[in-house]
C-alpha cells in the first residue's frame, strides 16, 4: 500500500520582493488618525435632540387576547398598582377597574388644594 500523492500546485508561491500595497499618507497634522477624527465629525451615537411636550406614561394596559385563547389583562401604574387578570369576565372587569383607576390615580390628579 502506498500513500496517496498530493496534488501539484498550480503555482508556487514566493514572496514578493516588489512593491507592497501603499498606505494611507499621514493627515496635514502629521498623525495618522482618519480624515473624520481630525476634521471633528462626530463618531459616537449623539442623544436623541427631539424635545417632547412634557408628557409620559404613567399607566399601561396589555390585552392579549388570541383567537380561541383565553384572554389576559395587565393593569400597570407607575404608582406601583400591578393587576393581572385572566378569563373573558376577570379581563373586563380589570379594563373597567383601570380606566377608573386613571382618574383616582395620585400621579395624575392635581394635589392643589387638597388639605395635608
Same mark, same amino acid.
Given at each position: 500500500?502506498?500513500? =496517496? ?18 498606505? =494611507? ?7 495618522? *488618525? ?17 424635545t ?13 387576547? =388570541?383567537?380561541g ?7 400597570? @401604574? ?6 393581572? *387578570? ?6 373586563? *372587569? ?9 382618574t383616582? @390615580? ?11
Amino acid at each position: 500500500m502506498t500513500a =496517496p500523492r498530493n496534488p501539484p500546485l498550480k503555482s508556487v508561491q514566493t514572496p514578493p520582493t516588489g512593491p507592497r500595497i501603499a498606505e =494611507p499618507a499621514p493627515t496635514a497634522s502629521g498623525s495618522g *488618525a482618519p480624515k473624520g477624527v481630525t476634521e471633528g465629525v462626530p463618531i459616537a451615537v449623539l442623544p436623541d435632540q427631539q424635545t417632547g411636550d412634557g408628557r409620559y406614561p404613567i399607566a399601561w394596559l396589555t390585552i392579549t387576547a =388570541p383567537r380561541g385563547a383565553v384572554p389576559t389583562v395587565t393593569s400597570v @401604574c407607575e404608582c406601583g398598582r400591578n393587576r393581572f *387578570a385572566a378569563g373573558q369576565r376577570k379581563a373586563l *372587569a380589570l379594563i373597567t377597574d383601570h380606566a377608573d383607576h386613571r382618574t383616582r @390615580c395620585p400621579l395624575r390628579t392635581d394635589q392643589e388644594g387638597i388639605a395635608a
